[in-house]
């Protein structure tokens, strides 16, 4: 079995990383940062349209046109200023409906669970 991986180009390095170490991907144009469990976040050169069509994995939900977050790390949904909190550090805001989206956190998954967050190459 494989793990999902996706592969972030910085700087002069190529760095592997599993989809479960990913907290969520922003918007900004033409460019994605990606944010992930460790505390770093790093900036592609790739739409957020296009990087959802590549990783096309359902632990990825998409709650508003800037966002594509990891449901597994959706810590409390505040209704009334439609935003989501991530972790204890970031909080997002949504456009989808609330019932759309507790559907989406819902949804039972069984993912695989990776022996190694990120690796280099």
């Known amino acids: 079995m ?3 991986r996706i592969l972030i180009p910085y700087q002069d390095k190529i ?6 170490a990913v907290l969520f991907f922003k918007s900004d144009n033409y460019y994605t ?6 505390g770093r976040n790093y ?9 959802e069509k ?9 709650v508003s046109q800037s966002f594509l977050v990891n449901r597994n790390f959706i ?3 505040d209704k009334k200023k439609k935003e989501i909190s991530i972790t204890d550090k970031h909080q997002l805001p ?3 409906s609330v019932k759309k989206l507790v559907e989406l ?3 039972d998954l069984t993912l695989p669970t990776p022996l190694h967050d990120t690796t280099e190459i």
């Open 94 to 96: 949504f456009t989808v």
């Open 33 to 38: 940062h990606v944010y992930l469990t460790d």
């Open 54 to 62: 590549e990783v096309q994995h359902p632990i990825f939900i998409r």
């Open 105 to 107: 956190i819902r949804q």
């Open 15 to 20: 760095y592997v990383v599993a989809y479960a």
């Open 43 to 51: 900036v592609i050169s790739k739409s957020l349209s296009k990087l």
């Open 75 to 77: 810590n409390s949904i």
């Open 2 to 4: 494989s793990i999902e």
